[in-house]
């Protein structure tokens, strides 16, 4: 279970994240909602320890070891992962090194998938996201378009394979056969995957169409004001977010 216990966050003195309590156990999937400026990316950053963010109280349990102080790479090992809202160019650094050093930092050096293997292994899972097999010669997100930026971030998921997924946005800036691609890749991802935790952040209600949430949560002003199911999407959809 991915524990977060009444977690106050500050970025540069300020503070963004107030009382935050959410569980997410193996298996389910927990939507977060919220308007611009909410604080949703940086929950997301918390949890996987970004520099940038200060916590001042609370505590991040992942399946009962605390991560609250933990670096990023140490919660990448434990298994958490998240899909970045904008992810970031990486000149130089090839896509499928990149993925195949990732995929194996995690693993014990004995099991280490060597390049040719990897790589036969990235073909299929290029074609399950609708990408070219050469685009894995290209550079980490180095000129790619939204929509790939965003499929190479569920591209990762898929070769990562992580415990809990956090999807920060996946759908925004996607047209609707990339949404399409995306999120039917992500089911298919979860349906050999049943043990996955995910929490999606979003604040666009089509992503409904894709994702059947157990639990949905929105965040206003730093605070977590309503826990529910899909009846809460209902009510946002006829009331906006006041
Ligand atoms: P959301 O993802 O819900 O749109 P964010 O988590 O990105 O919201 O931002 C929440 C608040 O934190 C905003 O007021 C934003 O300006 C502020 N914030 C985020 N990152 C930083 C930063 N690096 N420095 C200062 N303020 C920040
Ligand atoms: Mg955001």
């Given at each position: 279970m991915l524990e977060i216990?009444?977690?106050?966050?500050?970025?540069?003195?300020?503070?963004?994240?107030?009382d935050i309590f959410l569980e997410i156990k193996p298996g389910e999937i927990h939507v977060l909602m919220g308007p611009n400026g909410?604080?949703?990316?940086?929950?997301?950053?918390?949890?996987?320890?970004?520099?940038?963010?200060?916590v001042k109280?609370?505590?991040?349990?992942?399946?009962?070891?605390?991560i609250t102080k933990s670096p990023p790479d140490e919660r990448a090992k434990k298994?958490?992962?998240?899909?970045?809202?904008?992810?970031?160019?990486?000149?130089?650094?090839?896509?499928?090194?990149?993925?195949?050093?990732?995929r194996n930092s995690l693993l014990p050096k004995e099991k280490r998938i060597p390049v040719f293997?990897?790589?036969?292994?990235?073909?299929?899972?290029?074609?399950?996201?609708?990408?070219e097999e050469n685009f894995m010669e290209r550079n980490l997100n180095e000129g790619f378009s939204g929509g790939e930026k965003k499929k190479t971030e569920i591209l990762q998921l898929l070769v990562?394979?992580?415990?809990?997924?956090?999807?920060?946005?996946?759908?925004?800036g996607l047209d609707i056969d990339s949404l399409k691609t995306v999120f039917e890749s992500f089911n298919k991802i979860l349906?050999?995957?049943?043990?996955?935790?995910?929490?999606?952040?979003?604040?666009?209600?089509?992503?409904?169409?894709?994702?059947?949430?157990?639990?949905?949560?929105v965040l206003k002003n730093g605070v977590i004001c309503e826990?529910?199911?899909?009846?809460?999407?209902?009510k946002i959809e006829k009331q906006g977010y006041r």
């Open positions: 216990s009444d977690l106050q966050v500050e970025i540069e003195g300020k503070k963004i994240l107030d909410s604080g949703k990316s940086t929950l997301a950053k918390a949890l996987m320890g970004h520099p940038d963010i200060g109280r609370g505590k991040i349990i992942l399946d009962g070891e605390d298994g958490l992962f998240l899909a970045f809202q904008y992810p970031v160019e990486v000149p130089g650094v090839n896509l499928a090194n990149f993925l195949r050093i990732a293997k990897f790589r036969e292994l990235l073909r299929k899972k290029l074609a399950f996201l609708d990408l990562l394979t992580p415990k809990y997924a956090i999807l920060d946005e996946t759908d925004s349906k050999n995957e049943k043990k996955m935790g995910v929490l999606i952040i979003t604040h666009y209600k089509k992503i409904f169409d894709y994702i059947k949430p157990d639990f949905v949560h826990n529910g199911k899909m009846d809460i999407v209902k």
